[in-house]
């Protein structure tokens, strides 16, 4: 589903206007990145979790050039499922 489709979906099931539905979602989207960027994480009761995990340096291959290289740590968003999401989808 893209988000158009998510919007028209909104728009339909609450009978909003696709232009609020729209300004809603890019919020929501805007201030969950915003969170996470700032090391904070956004809980959703029943949904789940955007989290910010940290990766550990590690060496890297480029087999082409055959040479190593060293990826430092750095930290990557990450979704973590509810349980009732998880169960929703058995």
């Given at each position: 589903m893209?988000?158009?489709?998510l919007?028209?979906?909104?728009a339909?099931?609450?009978?909003?206007?696709?232009?609020?539905?729209?300004?809603?979602?890019?919020?929501?989207?805007?201030?969950?990145k915003a969170?996470?960027?700032?090391?904070?994480?956004?809980?959703?009761?029943?949904?789940g979790?955007?989290?910010?995990k940290t990766r550990?340096?590690?060496?890297?291959?480029?087999?082409?050039?055959?040479?190593?290289?060293?990826?430092p740590?750095?930290?990557?968003?990450?979704?973590?499922?509810?349980k009732?999401?998880?169960?929703?989808?058995?």
């Amino acid at each position: 589903m893209t988000k158009a489709e998510l919007v028209s979906k909104i728009a339909e099931q609450t009978g909003y206007d696709r232009v609020t539905v729209l300004n809603v979602v890019e919020e929501m989207m805007t201030q969950v990145k915003a969170s996470v960027s700032s090391n904070e994480s956004v809980f959703l009761r029943g949904f789940g979790s955007f989290i910010t995990k940290t990766r550990k340096e590690k060496i890297a291959r480029n087999i082409k050039a055959e040479t190593t290289i060293v990826v430092p740590e750095h930290k990557i968003p990450a979704f973590k499922p509810s349980k009732e999401f998880v169960k929703s989808l058995k």
